[in-house]
């Protein structure tokens, strides 16, 4: 019975002349690790494989999923026979027999592997606070591994922040109770490498929002400002290791990002100070990349000569505060002055995989804002498209 042509989850997506033909997003795991991006594939349905339970938690402290906290998701697991020979991809091919899910985030149904579908039970995903995915291309103990490389042998993760292709970040879990799955062994595979392109993956259909950043590459202290909590026998000799216990949790990460944040904050405005617009955008996009299609440095500069920084004859950033740690990113508090007087600004300064670039840029209520920068063009870097309120003091326009 062909019970996917009225599942509400499909809606939309299976072909109109060819019902049971169906995009599925198809993978060797994640770019960052594979060095392969994502496909958009045609898939034929040819039946149901059973169901994916996927446990989702609240947003909290890191640490182990309580099992009372959580509310677990049933998802129809679809399988099919893959009807393209994908571009570049090494595990799957045409005529495959594939299986996917609906995934919340990702416009088309996710493919999952045997490995994936065996651990997501055991691990509680945070969804993204951008785009609200709550599943993930690689079983969880692999992404923990290609994040923390360098972790010692035979750790096994209880808890994990990770960001979403989309730019966004989700925490995962294993849930309390459950059997507790050791990260894999290193391999120079496991080193993070690649991610999504500016462009997507292959054929444009998964492309991210044209507003929303990509998920970038992370060289090998991909752990930078990362989160983990690992369980292990006893207290060992890690950078800012706190031990949270007798026998044997460890808080493990990197911090710094908070000075890491107000170096490039201060970076950045002296490009400004400048008026050198195409140094400032470099400075705000991830490694320069100008990710943004519709960004360019004159445009960005239009966006911020309506503001104090178009006149700012000096600034100073004397604080700057991490965020949540699992947000691995920073709030820096500069002064403008310029020959109105001095403000105050907020400067959001992302680290993702420790290349710092721009969240937002805040300005307390004194400042003199013109019409560009409230207007849709400049509505990422004022923080207009943030869903969350703006830092205290500071005023949306």
Known sequence: MTTWRNDPDLAGKLHPQSP??????????????TQRNPEGCWVKITGTAGVLRSPIMPKGPPGPAIASQLTWLERTIYQGQLLNAPHQLS????????????????????????????????????????CGADQALDAPSVMAKTRFPDAPAGAVPVAFSAFC???????????????????????????????????????????????????????SNDNTGRVLLFSALGCLGLVSMCCLSGVGGFFYTRSGYADVGRAHAET??????????????????????????????????ACLTDTPLFEMTSYECPSASGEWPLDNGAE???????????TEITITVNSTDGAPY????????????????????????????????????RVRP
């Open 332 to 342: 820096v508090t500069c002064n403008v002055t310029t020959p109105r007087g001095t």
């Open 268 to 301: 950045f405005l002296g490009h400004a100070q400048r008026r050198d617009w195409a140094a400032a955008l470099a400075a705000a996009e991830y490694q320069g990349s100008y990710s943004y299609s519709t960004e360019t440095p004159s445009s960005f500069g």
């Open 20 to 33: 049971d033909d169906v995009q599925v997003l198809v993978h060797d795991g994640e770019p960052r690790r």
């Open 165 to 219: 292709p989309c730019g966004g970040t989700m925490m995962l879990a294993q849930v309390e109770g459950a059997p507790m799955a050791s990260m894999p062994p290193s391999s120079p595979s496991m080193r993070p490498q690649g991610a999504f392109g500016a462009t997507g993956p292959t054929g444009g259909s998964f492309a991210p929002p044209a507003n929303a950043p990509v998920q970038p590459a992370g060289p």
């Open 358 to 393: 721009l969240g937002y840029v805040w300005f307390s209520p004194d400042a003199t804002l013109g019409p560009a920068w409230r207007g849709d063009d400049c509505a990422r870097w004022s923080g207009r498209e943030y869903y969350m309120d703006p830092p205290s003091g």
């Open 91 to 130: 595990t799957v091919s045409q005529g495959a027999t594939v299986r996917f899910v609906h995934a919340p985030g990702i416009p088309n149904p996710l493919m999952i592997t045997s490995a994936y579908e065996a651990e997501r039970p055991r691990w509680a995903f945070t969804p993204c606070d951008r």
